[in-house]
């Protein structure tokens, strides 16, 4: 895999979104009389989902524990890397981009902080938009998203159990290092990770064969703007990267890491032009489908986030389970009740961590669409169990004892039906 620029960093967290979701709910309810039952039905069934960010406050919160790693990643033959990788942390099978290897390989990193890696405006929460499912991007200092990492407040004791350390290059994989029970107490030297190429029977969903390819001047005018992004020369870093696009027009790493930029210099439309030129150089790489995913969702273009969506889910169905959730929020917003139904379930699945609280809400609501009454409590109540602490969590009980109600209603009523 290349250095990556992952929704779940959302900043795609896009992360970072690297992406953790957050609804902020606007829903109302009122009366009806209908069929002289005189039950109420909800006003309103869309919930406006706007930029907290249910999984930091998620239970109590903890100081989050940093440790200090540094190594060298090398190929299988012990041969130096001619590209820079980019070090991942991987927790409970999730990924989280926390810095580059130098042109040699080498790398030096605190875990936990992403200090090392290019800041990306799409984690930015968006406002609430009443009446829409429309999922908000947030990260803070203890949690990592859509495109990345755990989503969750790291433990205390032991912040990084059940958590590995990989390279990502593209058209290579990487052995793993486990980092379980170390502490910021222990030598921070983790030694060699060693990549191997992958065989033509191997699919690789990130951006690979105009990676491998792009040529030594693009490569540094690359390596330079990363270096001036790290320091924060937003504006100089964006001229180098733009340098590297036109040396070769179809370097998609750099067209992604381009777009990151100006989305934190606020440049909107040449971030949306950068994320294309990215999936239209690389059509096998999910990242910039997502990023442009998560620009549509923003903007409320609910076709478009099924469209990129679609595409991501079509080149990995297991990978990427923020990509059905947004897939699901669109649909639903698009009235496609059945497909919306069928994105949030895989969804779920997908989400043993729950780093995505919001896929209950999501559920809920369609079950209030199917007049599901108490299926949809049991959505909302899952909900609060695993975002109690979320800005919208009192809408949230509101709507739950609203559909407590209606359940309660729907099963006397069938209890009063004479038997045939």
């Not at 924060?232 to 750099?254: Q, T, Y």
């Not at 549509?296 to 923020?322: F, G, I, Q």
């Amino acid at each position: 895999m290349a250095p990556q620029c992952r929704i779940r960093g959302m900043a795609v967290a896009i992360t970072a979104i690297l992406l953790a979701p957050a609804f902020g709910q606007g829903t109302s309810t009122g009366s009806s009389t209908g069929g002289g039952s005189g039950s109420k039905t909800p006003a309103s069934t869309t919930p406006s989902i706007g930029g907290t960010n249910p999984a930091s406050t998620t239970g109590p919160q903890t100081i989050p524990q940093t440790i200090r790693v540094s190594g060298r990643v090398v190929m299988d033959d012990g041969t130096a890397i001619s590209f820079p990788a980019t070090i991942e942390r991987v927790c409970n099978g999730s990924p989280h981009a926390e810095g580059y290897t130098d042109t040699k390989g080498f790398f030096s990193l605190t875990l936990g902080q992403s200090q090392d890696v290019i800041a990306d405006a799409s984690e930015t929460p968006s406002g609430p938009s009443r009446g829409s499912i429309s999922p908000g991007i947030a990260t803070n200092g203890t949690t990592s998203a859509v495109g990345s990492g755990s989503g969750r407040s790291m433990n205390s004791t032991n912040p990084f159990s059940n958590c590995e350390l990989r390279a990502s290059l593209g058209g290579y994989t990487s052995q793993t290092l486990s980092l379980t029970g170390r502490t910021s107490m222990d030598n921070p030297d983790v030694g060699s990770i060693v990549l191997h190429r992958m065989g033509a029977s191997e699919t690789a969903t990130t951006v690979t064969a105009t990676t491998l390819r792009a040529p030594k001047e693009a490569r540094k005018a690359l390596e330079k703007g990363l270096e001036l992004a790290k320091k924060n020369k937003l504006e100089e870093a964006i001229a180098s990267l733009r340098e590297a696009v036109k040396v070769d027009p179809e370097f998609a790493f750099a067209w992604c890491e381009l777009g990151k930029l100006q989305l934190a210099g606020d440049h909107i439309p040449d971030a949306h032009d950068s994320f294309e030129a990215a999936a239209k150089a690389e059509t096998r790489w999910p990242e910039p489908f997502l990023r442009l995913a998560l620009m549509a969702v923003k903007a409320h273009d609910w076709r478009e986030v099924a469209a990129t969506t679609d595409h991501v889910l079509h080149l990995s169905t297991w990978e990427y389970p923020e990509a059905y959730f947004f897939n699901g929020a669109a649909n639903f917003n698009l009235h496609r009740i059945d497909v919306a139904e069928k994105a949030a379930l895989a969804a779920e699945k997908l989400d043993v961590q729950h780093l995505f609280p919001q896929i209950e809400q999501l559920l809920g609501m369609i079950y209030v669409e199917r007049h599901r009454y108490a299926d949809a409590a049991e959505r909302f109540r899952s909900y609060l169990m695993l975002a109690p602490n979320a800005d919208d969590a009192p809408a949230a009980r509101q709507q739950l004892a609203v559909m407590e109600g209606l359940a309660a209603e729907s099963s006397q009523m069938a209890q009063r039906e004479p038997k045939q």
